[in-house]
């Protein structure tokens, strides 16, 4: 490490006003990671329950109610929707979402890309970010970028509900969700679902699980068509709040682990900045050695 004094003084002076800035973001983010952990915990088995039991319900059925969300085409044009934080500084949380993404529409999608006809909506700026630069025959929609920063189900369902006509209509033959699944602030999972058509439940064969047999109270058209569209909804907000906790807690981790970085290299300067001057100081003592002794000569 070469460098005067001077150099390494304000060396340690930057690392440790960078040390303060990721304990103080390191904070923030754990303080946020509770306040989303508790809403995804909260929502995901309700939100998985009701998904398994839409699956059932429209493996089930043959013909008859609303089951256009169920029903699978000839897949010509799809939406992938991809959900991401607006800020960085999260260690490799919106990389891994973005790789997941690529690979669903280069692997999965790969005719479709090559006609032009995979679209990507974004909610949260870095997926466009990393998208742009990357994939020009892909149509972008940027409009719901903002919807990020207020993840209320208000303002996420508005968002289906748009993607569910899309569908309705012919638009899209297939919207797929990629979003990151949170475990816990250390542990996430970039993942890829399909949203529309809903998958139909598969029982392999020999299991003991079967599937149910549901009774339709008052009928079966007016349940499905109040009850089906109120589940894809809550499951899009789900993948919403999924990210948005593993956000948080990529964040509180990564900042954990700069600033137990910045203390190491903290350690490496303070000794070096001795070193140098114990050897300064040496220098300085041997040179008014050597000329006193030269003055009684």
Same mark, same amino acid.
């Given at each position: 490490m070469a460098g005067g004094l001077k150099e390494v003084r304000e060396r340690i002076k930057s690392v440790n006003n960078t040390q303060q800035i990721t304990k103080a973001m390191k904070m923030v983010?754990?303080?946020k990671l509770r306040k989303a952990q508790n809403a995804i915990v909260q929502l995901r088995p309700y939100a998985n329950r009701l998904n398994r039991m839409l699956s059932n319900i429209l493996s089930n059925l043959d013909g008859g109610g609303d089951t256009s969300f169920g029903k699978a085409r000839e897949v010509k044009n799809v939406l992938v929707v991809v959900v991401t934080s607006n800020r960085g500084l999260a260690g490799a949380f919106n990389t891994n979402i973005c790789k997941e993404a690529a690979a669903l529409v280069t692997e999965k999608y790969g005719r479709q890309l090559r006609e032009g006809k995979v679209t990507m909506l974004f909610i949260g700026k870095k997926g466009y970010d990393y998208f742009r630069r990357?994939? #020009? /025959?892909? &149509?972008?929609? &940027? %409009?719901?970028?903002?919807? +990020? /920063?207020?993840?209320? +189900? /208000?303002?996420?369902?508005?968002v289906a509900r748009e993607r569910m006509e899309e569908f309705s209509t012919g638009k899209y033959d297939a919207i797929e969700l990629v979003y990151s699944r949170f475990k816990n602030a250390a542990t996430v999972f970039p993942t890829a679902e399909q949203w529309l058509p809903v998958p139909k439940m598969e029982v392999p064969a020999g299991s003991k699980e079967k599937k149910a047999d549901y009774i339709f109270e008052p009928d079966q058209e007016q349940l499905l068509e109040t009850m089906v569209p109120s589940i894809l909804q809550l499951s899009f907000h789900k993948s919403v709040? %999924?990210?948005?906790?593993?956000?948080?807690?990529? #964040? $509180?981790?990564? $900042?954990?682990?700069? &600033?137990e970085n910045a203390e190491e290299l903290l350690k490496s300067l303070k000794i070096f900045y001795n070193k140098k001057r114990q050897e300064a100081i040496t220098t300085e003592l041997g040179e008014i050695v050597s000329g006193a002794a030269a003055l009684e000569n």
């Open positions: 983010s754990a303080a990357r994939f #020009r /025959e892909i &149509t972008f929609i &940027t %409009d719901f970028i903002p919807v +990020y /920063e207020n993840v209320s +189900y /208000e303002n996420v369902s508005a709040l %999924d990210t948005q906790a593993s956000e948080h807690g990529s #964040r $509180m981790t990564a $900042m954990d682990k700069a &600033t």
